[in-house]
């Protein structure tokens, strides 16, 4: 029976990208307005966001908080963007949520992400949750998630991403994420460009919100293996699960935003707990190493132009290079600057296997890439692969030691759909 509701919610997807609260506002108030039962926090950002919410889940269940958590797109299952305690929603529990859903909805228009919006919300509230940490979804000021009344609000990063819905300019784009921002409640900032800072901190101080910038309010630094934070506090020494020179700022915009609720009261750190939750924070995919079969293995979602810089960056310090490059990549609005992604993420590649794959969303298909391509002056490297099974099995095969696999989220989750098909003998995150 729960295929019968998934196959329901699936059929929403052709409803595409609708901004807008209005379609979810009226649903939550069928379902009892489930979002005001319990204490919030918004995560916005052009990248960043997933990891800063994971750490920050982690940080809240380790201090004994019933903590919810709320992210998108899953990689392979819909349970995977509701999570209690870092557990998936079972699929009893997304059996009965779909159901009360599809008697409420009534057939009206409402989109994939509203509906599975609204399930969240409903979902913590039925298990009494005390805090949820919320992931917007592609935008802020009319995305289905900004009906919460959060705690502190927090954006991680502004680039170009969703330039047809959020606009063509970093400063419109900060204006749009800015719209998480609410009335008194404290906002903390990533490391952002001057020019989108000054949008989102004119819109915090005409709110009266308190912001808490990074590099200003507080500071992170790295000496390898670990991290240290400055802000009210200050630790030394940080054990972070998850890799990538990138992720020492989400490290600290979770700091922060974990002292600022000390500061409401609502929370007693403890450092023991802090360094024992950071060791055991998961997020499938970003940043991710394992070896097999005498490879070294690295998987990370660099979906964007900043996310590719990241990644590289990272790639260059870690010393992974030169590796074979394993890309898919999803371009909806056709304005995404692939060729250039594509020139980052090759600059130490020693071959290229190009992918088609299965997506919501538009991905890039081989013809799309030989259009692409046609300019490149280096094509012996490339190869056009019709799946990412068929680049695993050549990747298999090869002398390759290094592979990198990356793009769009939902490449990454079918290449983890591949492995488990293929049924390769991996460690346990995949």
Known sequence: ?????????????????????????????????????????????????????????????????????YTSPHLIRLNERFKINNLDISDEDLYELLKILYQKVMDEPITYFELTTALAFLYFAEKRVDIAVIETGMGGRLDATNVILPEVSVITTIGFDHTKYLGPTLEKIAFEKAGIIKRGRPLVL?????????????????????????DQDFEIFFSAPFWTYKGEREFSNLDLSLKGSFQGDNLALALKTLEILEEKKLIKIEEKKVRSALKRVRWVGRYEKIEFQEKEWLLDSAHNLEGAKALVASLERDGFYPYLLILGITDEEGEKPVSQIFKILTKHASNIFVCEFSSPRKALTLKDWSRILKNETDLKKVNFLHSP??????????????ILLTGSIYFLGEILKSFRELNLCLSEPL
């Open 389 to 402: 099974k068929e680049a695993l099995l050549k990747a298999l095969r090869s002398g390759e030691k290094k």
């Open 190 to 214: 990533g490391r952002i460009e001057k020019a989108p800072l000054r949008v989102i901190t004119k819109r915090a101080e005409k709110l009266s919100s308190p912001s808490y910038i990074l």
């Open 1 to 69: 029976m729960l295929q019968t509701y998934l196959t329901w919610l699936n059929q929403h997807q052709f409803h595409g990208i609708k901004p807008g609260l209005c379609r979810i506002t009226k649903l939550l108030n069928r379902l009892g307005n489930p979002h005001k039962k319990y204490l919030t926090l918004h995560v916005a950002g052009t990248n960043g966001k997933g990891s800063t919410c994971a750490i920050l889940s982690q940080l809240l269940t380790e201090h004994g908080l019933k903590t919810a958590l």
